[in-house]
């Protein structure tokens, strides 16, 4: 017999306070990209055919380089978030669609670490 | 899971398209484009760690006309997706739901990011001696 109410059941079993994590981070970064993407748009405009020695001395400038870092963390977070929905959505299959979540998660944070590491690179570089 | 025999919605093949359903897939398609354009930003960024050469073997790949033509479509893609984004935050604010408005903003959307991708070609576009 079943001696919890509904309610006792149904504590501690869902996502509680949780659930919404995925969805506020998507917008959290959406919210960041707004500014730091029209950045991007604008440096990539500025540096377009640009020299080593002339990007050299744009990243190694502290806000463009500050900038920088929070549009890729930004952007590799917010593309990996969108990804997951559009695999979650679209792959139906159990295995597929694990193994390309866990290969889209890895890819973006490799990705986002040699960005990372890029810049830093150049930027502290003589 | 149980047999799929299950009713689908929306019916693709009978699904009038309409600028709210069309607008929506294409939030999602850019998207996709867009995190796929963050390995070639990845592979633009990471050359100039290895030296003046190969930064500027991704300059010239980027400014080749096809480099151009890839950069072009994520130019749209991006000022798409940051449109139909910014439409999104106003949802999520609970704001704009109206039919009238969703179809409106919907067309502006549309119509802003192809605007701002030929303006933004047009201006600095190599050829028409821009940057």
């Known amino acids: 017999m079943e001696m919890q109410s509904h309610l006792a059941r149904a504590r501690g079993l869902g996502s509680t306070k949780h659930g919404v994590g995925h969805w506020w981070a998507q917008r959290l970064t959406a919210v960041a990209l707004i500014p730091l993407s029209l950045w991007a748009v604008a440096s990539a405009i500025s540096l377009g055919g640009a020299d080593y020695a002339t990007y050299h001395a744009w990243i190694s400038e502290l806000g463009n380089l500050v900038l920088m870092l929070c549009f890729v963390t930004a952007l590799f977070h917010h593309a990996q978030l969108g990804m997951q929905v559009v695999i979650e959505d679209y792959v139906h299959g159990e295995t597929a669609k694990v193994t390309l979540l866990i290969a889209t998660k890895f890819i973006a944070i490799i990705g986002a670490f040699s960005c990372i590491v890029a810049a830093l690179k150049v930027a502290l570089s003589g | ?131």
């Open chain 2, 1 to 131: 899971m149980a047999a799929a025999n299950r009713p689908l919605s929306p019916h693709l093949q009978v699904y009038r398209p309409q600028i709210t359903s069309i607008i929506s897939i294409l939030h999602r398609i850019t998207g996709v484009a867009l995190a796929g354009g963050t390995l070639l930003f990845t592979y633009w960024l990471t050359s100039a760690a290895y030296g003046a050469e190969a930064f500027e073997r991704s300059q010239a790949l980027l400014g080749s006309w096809f480099g151009l033509l890839v950069l072009c479509g994520f130019t749209f893609s991006l000022y798409f997706h940051f449109a139909n984004g910014i439409r999104h935050l106003f949802w999520d604010v609970g704001q704009g739901f109206e039919m009238e408005t969703v179809r409106r903003t919907g067309w502006m959307v549309a119509i802003f990011s192809v605007v701002a991708t030929i303006v933004t070609w047009i201006f600095f576009c190599p050829w028409l001696g821009g940057a």
